[in-house]
């Protein structure tokens, strides 16, 4: 597991900024590769990321994006180790923003981003008690979802206000090909429709059927964004595809999925 040698922290400037100290991560037995110190800052207008260049031979490089560029973004929370994924319309072009944090230090800037969510979505921040209505709708949800999605919906993916539709839950699948050695193609995924966003809510990969996967990764896609929704079939099983446009850039998310998953999930996009 990646580790933090010391935790983000906010700097001193009046745009909420997230600052991230240098560190090294694992990556494979032995090895470690180096993230460079960046800091989101949060701004009316968009977010901005500055990032070190890793070698420390070149200037900072910056990116700014605008909420009603976003095709779609990402967040993952598994124990400590936290990463943001922002995909938005640049000059006709998909452009990637990525972050990587220590989740510890996830709270400090949730206000921000949850703002940030807000106008992706067109969405007013909701003014009443956040926390009473995540904790009200996870006891409803409870009772036709696994507990941890049951939770992790309202927690990470309905804080705006939003009207939640309905949702579908695929079990995770394992190809059966092999005997002795089993390789999970999909994770447990809960997709859940607003009225004005498409979440998807998986696990990382378990390289084992009896491991315990920790964590979540939200992806949310505006409604706004999608041009199409479509399937196509893979032997046993179907991949359900998200055509994402936005300025003249487009983007795809791909998702592989059982196919009475995909489609009860097109007879809910499709009412």
């Given at each position: 597991m990646a580790r933090f040698r010391r935790n983000c922290r906010p700097a001193p400037v009046k745009s909420a900024p997230w600052w991230c100290p240098p560190d090294y991560r694992a990556q494979g037995?032995?090895?470690?590769?180096?993230?460079?110190?960046?800091?989101?800052?949060?701004?009316?207008?968009?977010?901005?990321h500055v990032q070190n260049d890793p070698k420390g031979t070149s200037g900072p490089v910056t990116t700014f994006v605008r909420p009603e560029s976003l095709l779609y973004m990402r967040s993952s929370h598994v124990l400590l180790y936290g990463r943001l994924e922002l995909v938005s319309a640049q000059g006709g072009e998909p452009s990637k923003l990525e972050m990587e944090f220590s989740g510890i230090g996830w709270r400090l800037m949730e206000t921000e981003w949850r703002a940030m969510v807000a106008k992706v979505i067109a969405v007013p921040v909701p003014d009443y008690d956040i926390e009473q209505m995540q904790k009200a709708m996870a006891e409803k949800l409870v009772l036709t979802l696994p507990p941890k999605f049951a939770d992790g919906l309202p927690r990470y993916g309905l804080y705006t206000g939003e009207t939640l539709i309905d949702t579908v839950f695929q079990p995770a699948i394992w190809d059966q090909k092999w005997s002795v050695v089993k390789r999970q193609?999909?994770?447990?995924?809960?997709?859940?429709?607003?009225?004005?966003?498409?979440?998807?809510?998986?696990?990382?990969?378990?390289?084992?059927?009896?491991?315990?996967?920790?964590?979540?990764t939200i992806t949310r896609i505006p409604r706004k964004a999608i041009a199409e929704v479509r399937s196509e079939a893979h032997e046993h099983l179907h991949e359900l595809i998200f055509v994402l446009t936005r300025d003249g850039a487009t983007a795809e998310r791909r998702i592989m999925l059982e196919p009475e998953t995909v489609k009860a999930w097109m007879d809910l996009w499709n009412k």
């Open positions: 037995r032995g090895n470690a590769r180096r993230v460079p110190e960046q800091a989101l800052v949060f701004t009316d207008d968009g977010v901005l193609i999909t994770p447990n995924t809960l997709l859940a429709l607003t009225e004005a966003s498409v979440l998807l809510i998986g696990e990382d990969r378990a390289l084992v059927k009896k491991s315990q996967q920790y964590g979540l």
